[in-house]
């Protein structure tokens, strides 16, 4: 049964590796040549927000990789797309806007998710706690109960950001394929030769959270293996 376990951790540990490698394979490969347009991912963001009266969202490079902050109305995008003038560059930056028109529209879905996100940060400070704390209480009480109800606790803690991980996904490919590629296609800024490749890079741009969301589901199974054990 062990050596299963092991071979499921193995293939999730692959399951959450490749999705990551294969974003990074798109956007690098539609990033040459890097002056395809006349203006960056920073201008095209601009002028799609104003176009569309949201000249209160800032446009702002961050180290942070690519997102949109609804709480200071933000959308960032990392130095590579800021300033680039590629294909992948003006493509995730639409993808971000597309999240601002999200949260300026009230769309449900997206509500929903900041909730999610921001009670999953919560559960994940109270599970590292709690995983902390087991070994201190196992001494303490010299008993295995406490310390196996505590890490169940965790392990269940744990959880809550794979569900708010797996609830991106609708929200990530809305604001890819029915507000960015439209307002790309709008523009006429996707020729003929563009369409195949903004569409990947749209669809890698919305896949990032299936990787975090596969890593989430490897650690639940480490903790379930431990509290095996």
């Known amino acids: 049964m062990s050596i299963l376990l092991l071979a499921a951790m193995g293939l999730l540990a692959l399951l959450s590796w490749w ?8 956007m690098a490969r539609h990033a040459q040549p890097a002056d ?5 991912g920073a201008d095209l963001a601009r002028y799609l927000l104003d176009r ?16 949109y902050d ?15 003038r590629s294909l992948t560059a003006i493509t995730v930056a639409a993808h971000e806007v597309g999240h601002a028109l999200q949260h300026a529209e009230g769309d449900p879905a997206f509500a929903r998710r900041q909730e999610m996100v921001e009670r999953s940060a919560w559960a994940q400070r109270v599970a590292g706690w709690i995983l902390v704390a087991i070994p201190a209480v196992t001494l303490i ?22 569900m708010a991980q ?7 490919l809305d604001a890819s394929f029915k507000r960015a590629l439209p307002m ?12 195949k490749p ?24 480490k903790w379930l293996r431990g509290l095996r054990m």
């Open 19 to 26: 999705p990551n490698w294969w974003v990074g394979q798109v």
């Open 36 to 40: 395809r347009y006349p203006f960056s």
């Open 52 to 67: 569309r009266g949201l000249g209160d969202v800032t446009v702002e490079a961050t180290k942070e990789g690519d997102h």
């Open 70 to 84: 609804p709480h200071t109305r933000s959308v960032r995008l990392s130095p590579a797309h800021f300033s680039g």
């Open 141 to 162: 009480e010299k008993q295995p109960a406490p310390a196996l109800v505590m890490l169940v606790v965790g392990v269940l803690t744990m959880a809550v950001p794979l």
């Open 166 to 172: 797996l609830s991106n996904l609708p929200i990530e």
């Open 184 to 195: 790309l296609e709008e523009g006429g800024w996707l020729g003929k030769a563009e369409r």
């Open 198 to 221: 903004a569409r990947q890079i749209l669809r890698a741009a919305a896949f990032t959270y299936v990787a975090q969301a596969l890593s989430s589901v490897l650690n639940v199974v």
